[in-house]
């Protein structure tokens, strides 16, 4: 069973930054893709980032605005989210998500979240 465990979460001023983890374990290699979603009070979860790790190659939503970086680090199975310029309206639990195939279906594997808050 595939387990993922978020953490560097917190609260921060607007402008502030925040580096998220996400460690995963229960299987030897992680080659499929993963990323970040993220629900808002009120809102609907929403997709934020994603890497494939086969080729390392990353998708952003598009209110990332190039503030948000997305990598991995392989030896670690572990993926990270640099979060830069944040604004209030990031304030979410933000939820990293392992696909079980090579793109993301109802099967998927979630951590538990992290919760982010940004003060104006």
């Known amino acids: 069973q595939v387990q993922l465990v978020e953490s560097g979460g917190g609260s921060v001023q607007a402008g502030g930054s925040l580096r998220l983890s996400c460690a995963a374990s229960g299987r030897s290699g992680f080659t499929n893709p993963m990323g970040w979603f993220r629900k808002a009070p009120g809102k609907e979860r929403e997709f934020v980032a994603l890497?494939?790790?086969?080729?390392?190659?990353?998708y952003y939503a598009d209110f990332v605005e190039g503030r948000f970086t997305i990598s991995r680090d392989n030896a670690k199975n572990t993926v990270y989210l640099q979060m830069n310029s944040l604004k209030p309206e990031d304030t979410a639990v933000y939820y990293c998500r392992s696909a079980r195939g090579m793109n993301w279906g109802p099967g998927d594997y979630w951590g538990q979240g992290t919760q982010v808050t940004v003060s104006s």
């Open positions: 890497i494939r790790w086969s080729v390392g190659s990353t």
